[in-house]
């Protein structure tokens, strides 16, 4: 298998939240994989042309693009490895974690850490990023959007309080052991962690001894 992910200019930092997703859910399954890291200005040219996101995964034949059909892809075509929705169910309550971490975190930590991510891109990358993300928040600067981050990180950390409430009762959000939906959510908090100095949570908060259960399938690292 061969996974597209998306890095700085040190191919090594590789930081997408959506391919950190499918990282977790290889090595959950494990699944062995080659990485290809890919900086954003080279997404089109990936297997030929017609790409326009990482993650990519190619496995034989077959080419599966967007972190969320990767996942059902792994999931129908390696039954026996350990699961990553549990059932039908487990798959829809897969869905309704995605649009929470989607819609309601990654917009929190573009105000958080979108300079960052700007400061550890190629020069290429710098150009495009600046240029896209300058259009989409129509004219801020991305100085001015990460400026005064401290102030909004408490908002940030009270975001996760049902996981914290969750994880009173089990010690990961799939139970016992971790689901799709983990990696999902540790996919997203890996993506600041790897751009930026930022401390999200302070010492002792159980989100992060849950991060660190998570990690630890992927041999601890983030
Ligand atoms: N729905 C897609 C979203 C993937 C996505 O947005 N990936 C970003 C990297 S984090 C990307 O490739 N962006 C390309 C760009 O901004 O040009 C998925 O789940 O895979």
Same mark, same amino acid.
């Given at each position: 298998?061969?996974?597209?992910?998306?890095?700085?200019?040190?191919?090594?930092?590789?930081?997408?939240?959506?391919?950190?997703?499918?990282?977790?859910?290889?090595?959950?399954?494990?699944?062995?994989?080659?990485?290809?890291?890919?900086?954003?200005?080279?997404?089109?040219?990936?297997?030929?042309?017609?790409?326009?996101?990482?993650?990519? $995964?190619?496995?034989?034949?077959?080419?599966?693009?967007?972190?969320?059909?990767?996942?059902?892809?792994?999931?129908?075509?390696?039954?026996?490895?350990?699961?990553?929705?549990?059932?039908?169910?487990?798959?829809?309550?897969?869905?309704?974690?995605?649009?929470?971490?989607?819609?309601?975190?990654?917009?929190?930590?573009?105000?958080?850490?979108?300079?960052?991510?700007?400061?550890?891109?190629?020069?290429?990358?710098?150009?495009?990023?600046?240029?896209?993300?300058?259009?989409?928040?129509?004219?801020?600067? $991305?100085?001015?959007?990460?400026?005064?981050?401290?102030?909004?990180?408490?908002?940030?950390?009270?975001?996760? !309080?049902?996981?914290?409430?969750?994880?009173?009762?089990?010690?990961?959000?799939?139970?016992?052991?971790?689901?799709?939906?983990?990696?999902?959510?540790?996919?997203?908090?890996?993506?600041?962690?790897?751009?930026? !100095?930022?401390?999200?949570?302070?010492?002792?908060?159980?989100?992060?001894?849950?991060?660190?259960?998570?990690?630890?399938?992927?041999?601890?690292?983030?």
């Amino acid at each position: 298998m061969q996974l597209y992910e998306l890095c700085g200019e040190d191919r090594e930092r590789r930081f997408s939240p959506y391919t950190w997703r499918i990282r977790l859910a290889l090595a959950h399954k494990g699944l062995a994989f080659e990485t290809c890291p890919t900086r954003f200005t080279e997404i089109p040219a990936i297997l030929g042309g017609g790409q326009t996101s990482v993650p990519v $995964l190619v496995d034989g034949e077959a080419i599966v693009r967007d972190s969320f059909a990767i996942a059902e892809y792994l999931e129908e075509t390696y039954p026996d490895r350990p699961a990553l929705f549990g059932g039908d169910g487990g798959r829809r309550l897969s869905r309704f974690v995605e649009s929470w971490v989607t819609g309601t975190l990654h917009p929190q930590i573009v105000g958080l850490v979108v300079a960052d991510i700007h400061a550890i891109l190629s020069e290429a990358d710098k150009t495009y990023f600046r240029q896209s993300r300058e259009g989409w928040f129509k004219g801020v600067t $991305l100085e001015e959007k990460q400026a005064g981050r401290e102030e909004r990180l408490p908002a940030f950390q009270a975001s996760l !309080d049902p996981l914290r409430a969750h994880l009173k009762r089990a010690a990961f959000m799939g139970g016992e052991a971790p689901l799709f939906a983990d990696f999902i959510l540790a996919g997203t908090l890996t993506w600041p962690m790897k751009v930026s !100095d930022l401390e999200l949570f302070e010492p002792g908060d159980p989100v992060l001894d849950w991060y660190r259960r998570v990690m630890a399938i992927n041999g601890g690292r983030p």
